[in-house]
C-alpha cells in the first residue's frame, strides 16, 4: 500500500517561505509522476504543482507561478514543494500524492497523506 507523509508546513507572514516535504513509500517512487495539492477551508482541492518521475518537466496553477518551485530526489523517494513570497491566500492543508495519466488526463491516486497545514499571515 502507498503511504505518503507530508511535512513541513507551519505559519508564515505574509512575503515569508517554506519547504514543504513528502516521503513516499510503497511505490515506484522513481517511475511516478508526482504533484502538489491544496485545499483551503470550504474550497475544493486543487493542484498547485506537478512533476514529472524523472524532474525534467514542471508545470504550476497560474496563482503560484514564480513562487513555488517543485522538485524531487527519487534516490530519497522525496517530494518537495518550495513555497516563497507566501501570499494569504495560500493558506490550505497541503498534500502530495501521485500524478496517473489516463484517457488524457492527469488525476490523482486514491491514496492521500494526511496533508502539512500552511497558514499566511497579513
Known amino acids: 500500500q502507498v503511504q505518503l507523509v507530508e511535512s513541513g508546513g507551519g505559519l508564515a507572514q505574509a512575503g515569508g517561505s517554506l519547504r514543504l516535504s513528502c516521503v513516499v513509500s510503497g511505490s515506484i517512487f522513481s517511475l511516478t509522476a508526482m504533484a502538489w495539492y491544496r485545499q483551503a477551508p470550504g474550497k475544493q482541492r486543487e493542484l498547485v504543482a506537478r512533476?514529472?518521475?524523472?524532474?525534467?518537466?514542471?508545470i504550476y496553477a497560474d496563482s503560484v507561478k514564480g513562487r513555488f518551485t517543485i522538485s524531487r530526489d527519487n534516490a530519497k523517494n522525496t517530494v518537495y514543494l518550495q513555497v516563497n513570497s507566501l501570499k494569504p491566500e495560500d493558506t490550505a492543508t497541503y498534500y502530495c500524492?501521485?500524478?496517473?495519466?489516463?484517457?488524457?488526463?492527469?488525476?490523482?491516486?486514491?491514496?492521500w497523506g494526511q496533508g502539512t497545514q500552511v497558514t499566511v499571515s497579513s
Open positions: 512533476i514529472s518521475s524523472g524532474g525534467t518537466t514542471t
Open positions: 500524492n501521485r500524478a496517473l495519466y489516463s484517457s488524457g488526463r492527469w488525476s490523482p491516486s486514491d491514496y
